[in-house]
């Protein structure tokens, strides 16, 4: 089975510019997370969603925002984008009944 | 709220000794603790984690971590290192009923030949 995959790898931006990252989770998990890791740092959390609904949601300003579609793929886009954006975004899945939460590879960026 | 402390922000080890990475947690409820490896421009990879069961807890890789709640803390051993090893590793804590995961800053281990 696939794990947790999440595209675009990489990519550059320009502030003010908007991005969407975008993830599949693994197959049968109806959750799906988002966290920020910024070079140097520990993951952050940024939304939690599970069944299309937001569950949960870090301390991050309103630029961000997220959404899960029906077949449990979610979106992060995130406006305005300043040079403190710039982060690895890692996207994770979980199913119901367990709490264990795989990651995927994460999306590189970079604003400039 | 939970959170966990890395006690070491940098681990070097020869190639053969033991490692030990400590990590101190805080939670107000029964925690879920887990320690993810993260490679160099790679995601994180899950070692292992303690859900309430058994407090010495066996994971990939030859790692193991030990859960002491009288010391709230979790830290993670390898008898012996390799230099795949070398690596971030992360002590993570999540409330039971609560998926969010609250990470440490993280411990680099560098494994010397």
């Known amino acids: 089975d696939a794990g947790v995959t999440q595209s675009p790898t990489h990519l550059i931006k320009t502030r003010g510019q908007q991005v969407t990252l975008r993830c599949s989770p693994i197959?049968?998990?109806?959750?799906v997370s988002w966290y920020q890791q910024v070079l140097g740092q520990g993951p952050q959390f940024i939304f939690q969603?599970?069944?299309?609904?937001?569950?949960g949601r870090g301390n991050f300003p309103d630029r961000f925002s997220a959404r899960q579609f029906p077949n449990y793929s979610s979106e992060l886009n995130v406006n305005a984008l300043l040079l403190g954006d710039s982060a690895l975004y890692l996207c994770?899945?979980?199913?119901?009944?367990?709490?264990?939460?795989?990651f995927g590879e994460g999306s590189w960026l970079t604003v400039v | 709220a939970q959170s966990v402390t890395q006690l070491d922000s940098h681990v070097s080890v020869s190639e053969g000794t033991p490692v030990l990475l400590r990590c101190n947690y805080s939670?107000?409820?029964?925690?879920?603790l887990f320690w993810y490896v993260q490679h160099p421009n790679k995601g994180l990879q899950l070692l292992l984690k303690?859900?309430?069961?058994?407090?010495l807890v066996k994971g990939i890789n030859g790692f193991e971590a030990e859960f002491k709640k009288s010391e709230t803390s979790f830290h993670l051993t390898k008898p012996s290192a390799h230099m795949s090893d070398a690596a971030e590793y992360f002590c993570?804590?999540?409330?039971?009923?609560?998926?969010?995961?609250?990470f440490g800053a993280g411990t680099t281990v560098t494994v010397r030949a």
């Open positions: 994770a899945s979980s199913g119901h009944l367990e709490n264990t939460i795989y």
């Open positions: 969603y599970y069944e299309k609904e937001e569950r």
């Open positions: 197959s049968g998990h109806k959750s």
């Open positions: 939670s107000s409820y029964s925690p879920s």
């Open positions: 303690y859900t309430s069961a058994a407090t």
């Open positions: 993570v804590v999540s409330d039971r009923n609560d998926y969010k995961l609250s």
